[in-house]
């Protein structure tokens, strides 16, 4: 993950050979990018995030002739499966150029897997997608995971995605890996705040239900770490900082709950939660922009630890 310009497709160029690294190496089981890149690109399966298609070759040609440089015994067999798993079937007679950006990214993801290759590096392959395409997108990636054969590398604006997929998480800034790990250790050693979302009516906007409540929670975790985060037309949401003492979802739920039954308030919807992977996200961001610089963790000492 990284905001724009932070330096993810530039990292995945480096895997792949396009562009050589100024500092470091980069080995592909065991095979050095800079040196030996006709070797390490052997066990690599790279999807770019431009669509380098053949504008007059159809889905089928496409996959047909990816089979065949693969070496594949039964070469239809392989195109068929293709087409199938990520739902083609209409589109396999219809040439590239006429495709839409969804099946576009479509056939260029079933190109880097039609070899099978160890390293599978994905860079925003579900971008102009459908959810429906997306979901088929996922399971094909699951698939891929379970069997056990790949490593997968992929860049995702999507934190839904993200968190469906990926075992852990790395967040680029500014050219360099912040953390890493997965999204519950993620959240757990980074997220900052507990949100409070309220379902409330207009009445209850305007009598100040949601000014008083922060008021008892403020009494209740201290008033330098609640603050009311936004106010909309049916809907408020209220964070509480969690290094304030006792705050966890069961106190904040019990408090609210508290607030409820003695002012006797009915909120119209109530959730309480812990940061997700992108309030994580936002805040790494946030503290790029306060601060010029950061300590970066060591992604070999710290996958080490982890």
């Known amino acids: 993950m990284g905001a724009n310009g932070a ?12 562009i050589s690294p100024t500092q470091g190496k ?3 089981m065991g095979h050095n990018v800079s040196t030996d890149v006709s070797g390490s690109r052997q066990y690599l399966g790279y999807c770019t995030q431009t669509d380098n298609l053949f504008p007059n070759l159809t889905v089928e040609e496409h996959l ?10 039964d070469v239809e067999l392989a195109v068929q499966i293709s087409i199938r798993n990520l739902q083609l079937d209409k589109y396999s007679h219809v040439k590239s150029i006429q495709l839409s950006g969804g099946n576009k990214r479509k056939l260029m993801t079933c190109l880097t897997l039609l ?16 959810p429906v395409a997306q979901r088929f997108l996922w399971n ?3 698939n891929v995971r379970r069997q056990g054969n790949s490593a997968v590398i992929l860049v995702s604006p999507s934190f839904p995605e993200i968190e469906a997929l990926c ?13 890493i790990g997965t999204t519950h250790y993620l959240n757990d050693k980074f997220g900052q705040h507990i949100s409070v979302h309220v379902g409330v009516t207009k009445d209850q906007v ?33 964070r509480i900082n969690k290094e304030a003492p006792r705050a966890s979802v069961a106190d904040v739920l019990k408090s609210i709950q508290t607030f409820s039954r003695v002012s006797e ?28 610089k950061i300590p970066y963790l060591d992604p070999i000492l710290d996958t080490k630890r982890l």
């Open 140 to 142: 094909t990636i699951h």
């Open 26 to 28: 980069v080995t592909i």
């Open 64 to 73: 047909r002739m990816f089979a065949m440089i693969y070496g594949h015994v």
């Open 265 to 292: 308030t009915k909120f119209t919807s109530l959730g309480v939660s812990e940061p997700s992977i992108g309030d994580v996200f936002s805040d790494w961001i946030d503290k790029v922009e306060r601060e010029s």
């Open 7 to 18: 330096g993810k497709s530039t990292t995945l160029e480096n895997l792949a050979g396009i």
């Open 167 to 179: 075992d852990r998480v790395t967040i680029i800034c500014e050219g360099r890996m912040r953390c």
């Open 206 to 238: 305007q009598s100040q239900v949601v000014d008083h409540l922060t008021a008892a929670l403020e009494n209740q975790f201290g008033k330098n770490f609640v603050w009311l985060e936004e106010v909309r037309t049916e809907e408020a949401e209220i």
């Open 115 to 130: 070899g099978a290759p160890e390293v599978v590096v994905l860079d925003e392959p579900s971008s102009g997608m459908d």
